[in-house]
């Protein structure tokens, strides 16, 4: 049989299209038998031949096969790269696509920086309707093959100047992956962006990225720092910096990422820069009634740091830590477990101070912790302690407040924390926030309390907050015991957000039927005093059984009345306790009323040890303050 | 295997179809209106080939006709033009320079001869001196056949004078 192939292939004469229709059968055939050696070298020569005819049926049919051939034998076929080269800039929009198609399977190390180059160039001349082929095969291309990363970067920004419009976002997310990755080509890059944005023409891509690289290495723009060889001063002024940003804003064909991209761009320039801090408050501050929802929540957010946080700022938007490429992709596949996912991608971490995987003594923020539980109705993972306090350091309260999308940084651990975070941060966002930060002092490790305790006393403490605060967001003492410590204060803490309680409430309210299908308890007297009683009724959910639920009911057996009744408790690190609001804050004397209380306790070392509790009362005889407090330790066992 | 033979005018009139795979009369018609939309617009310096669901359509303009072949995406195209060309010069040694107004007229005839070359999707009959004289054979039939009919109508009439 090849014997006959190869006659038939040799006397066939080739100037009608007859003969040529013989030929290319003749090609397939041999093709089709995968024949090795001599053979398939004078079908791949046919083609070759092929490639050459004036005929744009012949070159079509040519460039057709040689796609097969070439997934079986990339060497002969490179010996006509020139040619397929000058087919991808022919006439013929099917010529030119088998064409790209063609060059794009051929691409190796060794001759990437030639094909690019020449790609580029036609890049700059194609038709509308085949750029973005062209720009996302060439993005392919430079992102695979790449010798080093200068020269991708280099090769990324020429492909956005000429048609970002066509970038997909995707790229240029993979692009900053880089760049944060190469520290020594920061300065460079910023740079050459820089350079580069002077010829912007509104494409996306270019602003994204650009804008995001003076946001994080402004500093290196203006101080020349990590210069490169061959590479011409450009001397940029702080002021400049803030107009690219400023023109980035205003362009009406900014969409509304970028624009998000700029607005915590801004933030971060007036950290680096800030003698430019003014100007952009009044930047900001244009964006607070936004119809955008998110630009809106930004500015009002930034425009808060800016004016009234000054102090934790610089901690704020410090350089965000490396990005790591595992991750980044593995998050990427795994889109839909990142809360905020869309809104996270779009602002890669812009908050994220320290290194995630700090594991001092830090300091974690009944607070946030607190926000974050809220959230934990929808994550399952919440009575690990540990996983949130890695990632505590100072800012972290506003890390919470600015939704830090840390999927891209922290360790996968983490993520499920991340992602009830970054929906804590909207929340407070939008109902009020900023208050919460200022009085959260520093406080040894706390437990994961799933829901704070409530104080219904504050709601009378604090007749102009419309919303009775229901989630004391409150600092914790600083005891230094065992036990958890104590909810704080009423009296110092300035209730941080209504929008807290709103949420708390709703968290609440949604599990609060009380199931009694569980084993039975009795009732204990937790607490006696000579003028309290407090008596504790157990029930418990069999499907449930670290979870308890307890009847609080507090009792005066004094002759005076109690106002402004107070109860609070704590528990050991291993357990979890919820309170929700006392019926009344009000027990009058000689147990002629009651006030009850529901408590949840949940023992996550539910029987190896049972429950303990401080407990804490605060009332008012007369006016006059009155403190009690006592340890609960007759609990029944096997609770 | 050819799908289906497609001839359509500049103005987009369909001079001729023929079907060698199911396709239903609502599928027929959208076939026909979505290539004469793709192919027609085709400037002359591009190639004769498009790609159309999956399968390739081969089309050559002749003066004021074109002529479409689908065939599968393994076939050989270069092979499709020459069957089309083929055909094209068995007409035209029929009807002697043959024009568009000819198949008009005699659509009959040309559905004929295009069954003397394809038959089920594949070329049956590659030489165009056999396909002439067996069209020549069948048109001496019908005119002996009507030369007949036209004997017995003599006799007829003159029977019933």
Same mark, same amino acid.
């Given at each position: 049989m090849s014997d006959i192939l190869a006659q038939v292939a040799t006397n066939t004469e080739s100037n009608k299209n007859a003969g040529n229709a013989i030929l290319y059968e003749c090609v397939l055939t041999i093709m089709a038998i995968e024949a090795i050696g001599g053979? =398939? +070298?004078?079908?791949? %020569?046919?083609?070759? =031949?092929?490639?050459?005819? =004036?005929?744009?049926n012949i070159r079509y049919v040519a460039l057709n096969t040689l796609i097969k051939v070439v997934a079986v034998d990339t060497q002969a076929v490179q010996r006509h790269r020139t040619t397929i080269v000058e087919c991808v800039k022919d006439s013929d929009i099917s010529i030119r696509r088998r064409a790209l198609e063609l060059v794009c399977a051929l691409v190796n190390e060794? %001759?990437?920086?030639?094909?690019?180059?020449?790609?580029?160039e036609y890049l700059k001349v194609s038709d509308p309707e085949f750029k973005p082929d062209l720009t996302t095969k060439i993005c392919y291309l430079v992102q695979k093959f790449f010798p080093n990363k200068r020269w991708y970067i280099d090769q990324m920004i020429k492909v956005m100047v000429e048609a970002g419009r066509f970038v997909k976002d995707d790229i240029s997310r993979a692009l900053l992956l880089l760049i944060s990755n190469a520290a020594e080509l920061q300065g460079y890059t910023v740079r050459s962006l820089y350079n580069a944005f002077q010829k912007w023409d509104g494409q996306e891509s270019l602003a994204q990225v650009t804008v995001w690289c003076i946001g994080e290495y402004g500093e290196m723009l203006v101080h020349h720092m990590n210069e490169l060889d061959g590479e011409e001063p450009v001397t940029v002024t702080e002021a400049d910096t803030v107009d690219v940003l400023e023109l980035v804003l205003k362009d009406f064909r900014a969409s509304s990422t970028t624009r998000a991209f700029a607005l915590t761009a801004l933030l971060k320039v007036s950290s680096r820069f800030p003698s430019c801090t003014e100007r952009i408050k009044a930047l900001v501050l244009q964006y607070k009634g936004s119809l955008v929802l998110e630009l809106q929540q930004r500015s009002i957010e930034f425009t808060s740091i800016l004016s009234k946080h000054e102090n934790i700022k610089a901690s704020l938007v410090e350089k965000m830590p490396v990005l790591d490429e595992a991750t980044y992709i593995a998050k990427k596949v795994d889109a839909a477990d990142v809360a905020f996912s869309t809104d996270s991608k779009s602002v890669p971490a812009t908050v994220l101070p320290a290194v995630p995987v700090a594991n001092g003594p830090t300091k974690s923020k009944s607070g946030?912790? /607190?926000?974050?539980?809220?959230? %934990?109705?929808?994550?399952?993972?919440?009575?690990?302690?540990? /996983?949130?306090?890695?990632?505590k350091s100072a800012g972290d309260v506003l890390l919470d407040l600015l939704g830090g999308n840390s999927s891209f940084t922290s360790p996968l651990v983490a993520s499920p924390v991340q992602g009830p975070s970054g929906g804590a941060d909207a929340l407070l966002d939008l109902l009020s926030i900023g208050n919460a930060t200022s009085q959260t002092t520093s406080s040894p490790l706390s437990t994961l309390e799933p829901f704070p305790q409530r104080n219904p006393e504050a709601a009378s403490q604090k007749p102009s907050n419309p919303v009775p605060d229901l989630l004391s967001q409150n600092t914790v003492s600083s005891q230094k015991d065992s036990y958890s410590s104590f909810t704080a204060d009423f009296k110092k803490s300035s209730i941080p957000g209504a929008g807290f309680d709103l949420l708390g409430d709703l968290g609440i309210g949604s599990a609060s039927s009380i199931s009694t299908t569980g084993p039975v308890y009795p009732p204990i007297v937790a607490f006696q005093s000579s003028g309290l009683t407090v008596s504790f009724e157990f *029930?418990?959910?069999?499907?449930?059984?670290?979870?308890? +639920?307890?009847?609080?009911?507090?009792? $005066?057996?004094?002759? $005076?009345?109690?106002? !402004?009744?107070?109860f609070q408790a704590a528990v050991p690190k291993f357990m979890q306790?919820?309170? &929700?609001? /006392?019926s009344g804050n009000v027990l009058p004397a000689n147990s002629s009323g009651t006030v009850t209380q529901v408590i949840r306790v949940n023992n996550s070392q539910h029987g190896q040890k049972s429950l303990v509790m401080r407990i804490r009362v605060s009332y008012k005889i007369n006016g006059q303050e009155v403190l009690e407090q006592g340890q609960v330790n007759n609990f029944p066992p096997g609770l | 295997m050819i799908h289906f033979v497609l001839l359509f005018s500049r103005q987009g009139k369909v001079r001729l179809t023929k079907w060698y795979s199911p396709y239903s009369q609502k599928e027929r018609t959208k076939a026909i209106r979505e290539l004469s939309g793709g192919i027609l617009p085709r400037g002359p310096k591009l190639c004769n080939f498009v790609d159309w669901r999956g399968l390739k359509v081969v089309y050559? =303009?002749?003066?004021?006709?074109?002529? @479409?072949? @689908?065939?599968?995406?393994?076939?050989?195209?270069?092979? @499709?033009?020459?069957?089309?060309?083929?055909?094209?010069q068995i007409l035209d040694r029929y009807f002697g320079n043959v024009c568009?107004?000819?198949?008009?007229? $005699?659509?009959?005839?040309?559905?004929?001869?295009?069954? &003397? +070359?394809?038959?089920?999707?594949?070329?049956?009959?590659?030489?165009?001196?056999? +396909?002439?004289?067996?069209?020549?054979?069948? !048109? *001496?039939?019908?005119?002996?056949?009507?030369?007949?009919?036209?004997s017995l109508s003599n006799i007829i009439a003159q029977a019933t004078r």
């Amino acid at each position: 049989m090849s014997d006959i192939l190869a006659q038939v292939a040799t006397n066939t004469e080739s100037n009608k299209n007859a003969g040529n229709a013989i030929l290319y059968e003749c090609v397939l055939t041999i093709m089709a038998i995968e024949a090795i050696g001599g053979l =398939r +070298v004078l079908a791949i %020569n046919i083609l070759g =031949r092929f490639l050459g005819n =004036r005929d744009n049926n012949i070159r079509y049919v040519a460039l057709n096969t040689l796609i097969k051939v070439v997934a079986v034998d990339t060497q002969a076929v490179q010996r006509h790269r020139t040619t397929i080269v000058e087919c991808v800039k022919d006439s013929d929009i099917s010529i030119r696509r088998r064409a790209l198609e063609l060059v794009c399977a051929l691409v190796n190390e060794s %001759n990437v920086k030639t094909l690019t180059k020449e790609l580029l160039e036609y890049l700059k001349v194609s038709d509308p309707e085949f750029k973005p082929d062209l720009t996302t095969k060439i993005c392919y291309l430079v992102q695979k093959f790449f010798p080093n990363k200068r020269w991708y970067i280099d090769q990324m920004i020429k492909v956005m100047v000429e048609a970002g419009r066509f970038v997909k976002d995707d790229i240029s997310r993979a692009l900053l992956l880089l760049i944060s990755n190469a520290a020594e080509l920061q300065g460079y890059t910023v740079r050459s962006l820089y350079n580069a944005f002077q010829k912007w023409d509104g494409q996306e891509s270019l602003a994204q990225v650009t804008v995001w690289c003076i946001g994080e290495y402004g500093e290196m723009l203006v101080h020349h720092m990590n210069e490169l060889d061959g590479e011409e001063p450009v001397t940029v002024t702080e002021a400049d910096t803030v107009d690219v940003l400023e023109l980035v804003l205003k362009d009406f064909r900014a969409s509304s990422t970028t624009r998000a991209f700029a607005l915590t761009a801004l933030l971060k320039v007036s950290s680096r820069f800030p003698s430019c801090t003014e100007r952009i408050k009044a930047l900001v501050l244009q964006y607070k009634g936004s119809l955008v929802l998110e630009l809106q929540q930004r500015s009002i957010e930034f425009t808060s740091i800016l004016s009234k946080h000054e102090n934790i700022k610089a901690s704020l938007v410090e350089k965000m830590p490396v990005l790591d490429e595992a991750t980044y992709i593995a998050k990427k596949v795994d889109a839909a477990d990142v809360a905020f996912s869309t809104d996270s991608k779009s602002v890669p971490a812009t908050v994220l101070p320290a290194v995630p995987v700090a594991n001092g003594p830090t300091k974690s923020k009944s607070g946030t912790n /607190a926000l974050m539980d809220l959230l %934990n109705l929808n994550v399952d993972e919440a009575s690990t302690p540990s /996983a949130p306090q890695t990632r505590k350091s100072a800012g972290d309260v506003l890390l919470d407040l600015l939704g830090g999308n840390s999927s891209f940084t922290s360790p996968l651990v983490a993520s499920p924390v991340q992602g009830p975070s970054g929906g804590a941060d909207a929340l407070l966002d939008l109902l009020s926030i900023g208050n919460a930060t200022s009085q959260t002092t520093s406080s040894p490790l706390s437990t994961l309390e799933p829901f704070p305790q409530r104080n219904p006393e504050a709601a009378s403490q604090k007749p102009s907050n419309p919303v009775p605060d229901l989630l004391s967001q409150n600092t914790v003492s600083s005891q230094k015991d065992s036990y958890s410590s104590f909810t704080a204060d009423f009296k110092k803490s300035s209730i941080p957000g209504a929008g807290f309680d709103l949420l708390g409430d709703l968290g609440i309210g949604s599990a609060s039927s009380i199931s009694t299908t569980g084993p039975v308890y009795p009732p204990i007297v937790a607490f006696q005093s000579s003028g309290l009683t407090v008596s504790f009724e157990f *029930s418990k959910q069999s499907t449930n059984l670290p979870a308890t +639920v307890i009847h609080a009911t507090y009792t $005066n057996t004094s002759s $005076n009345t109690y106002t !402004d009744v107070i109860f609070q408790a704590a528990v050991p690190k291993f357990m979890q306790l919820q309170l &929700e609001p /006392a019926s009344g804050n009000v027990l009058p004397a000689n147990s002629s009323g009651t006030v009850t209380q529901v408590i949840r306790v949940n023992n996550s070392q539910h029987g190896q040890k049972s429950l303990v509790m401080r407990i804490r009362v605060s009332y008012k005889i007369n006016g006059q303050e009155v403190l009690e407090q006592g340890q609960v330790n007759n609990f029944p066992p096997g609770l | 295997m050819i799908h289906f033979v497609l001839l359509f005018s500049r103005q987009g009139k369909v001079r001729l179809t023929k079907w060698y795979s199911p396709y239903s009369q609502k599928e027929r018609t959208k076939a026909i209106r979505e290539l004469s939309g793709g192919i027609l617009p085709r400037g002359p310096k591009l190639c004769n080939f498009v790609d159309w669901r999956g399968l390739k359509v081969v089309y050559k =303009r002749y003066a004021s006709l074109y002529f @479409c072949m @689908c065939i599968d995406s393994e076939d050989n195209e270069l092979e @499709c033009l020459e069957i089309i060309h083929h055909y094209v010069q068995i007409l035209d040694r029929y009807f002697g320079n043959v024009c568009e107004l000819d198949l008009i007229f $005699n659509f009959h005839k040309a559905y004929f001869i295009l069954d &003397e +070359v394809l038959i089920a999707g594949e070329l049956q009959e590659s030489s165009k001196k056999s +396909v002439a004289r067996v069209i020549a054979a069948q !048109d *001496s039939m019908v005119d002996a056949a009507k030369e007949q009919m036209a004997s017995l109508s003599n006799i007829i009439a003159q029977a019933t004078r």
